[in-house]
């Protein structure tokens, strides 16, 4: 079985920073995109930011120039660097792995989600 864990979030000030990690374990041959997504309350989830197996990266408008995310591929590790956070950054957040393939040759490859963690900007 195919699990992504994440760690990292929490409590922070507005202006503050949070790194977030991701990592898959478990029989994984090789994933496709990784990416970040949020829900706020009473909201869909949301896009924050994606990254290729390349290091291709794609961004939300709102967090452009304060998020960075990236990617270790030989650790099956996704982060993100969270910067001036906002109290509207403030959500849970997930992890998604697209297209893993869990061997050689995989036909069947599939998306994966983590659990999310919370993150939440406040004073």
């Known amino acids: 079985q195919v699990q992504l864990v994440e760690s990292g979030g929490g409590l922070v000030q507005p202006g503050g920073s949070l790194r977030l990690s991701c990592v898959g374990s478990?029989?994984?041959?090789?994933?496709?995109?990784m990416g970040w997504y949020r829900q706020a309350p009473g909201k869909e989830r949301e896009l924050v930011a994606a990254?290729?197996?390349?290091?291709?990266?794609n961004y939300a408008d709102s967090v452009k120039g304060r998020f960075t995310i990236s990617r270790e591929n030989a650790k099956n590790t996704v982060h993100l660097q969270m910067n001036s956070l906002k109290s509207e950054d403030t959500a849970v957040y997930y992890c998604?792995?697209?297209?893993?393939?869990?061997?050689?040759?995989?036909?069947?490859?599939?998306?994966?989600w983590g659990q999310g963690t919370q993150v939440t900007v406040s004073s």
């Open positions: 998604n792995a697209q297209r893993v393939r869990r061997l050689p040759g995989d036909l069947l490859p599939r998306d994966y």
């Open positions: 478990g029989r994984i041959f090789s994933i496709n995109g």
């Open positions: 990254i290729t197996t390349g290091g291709s990266t």
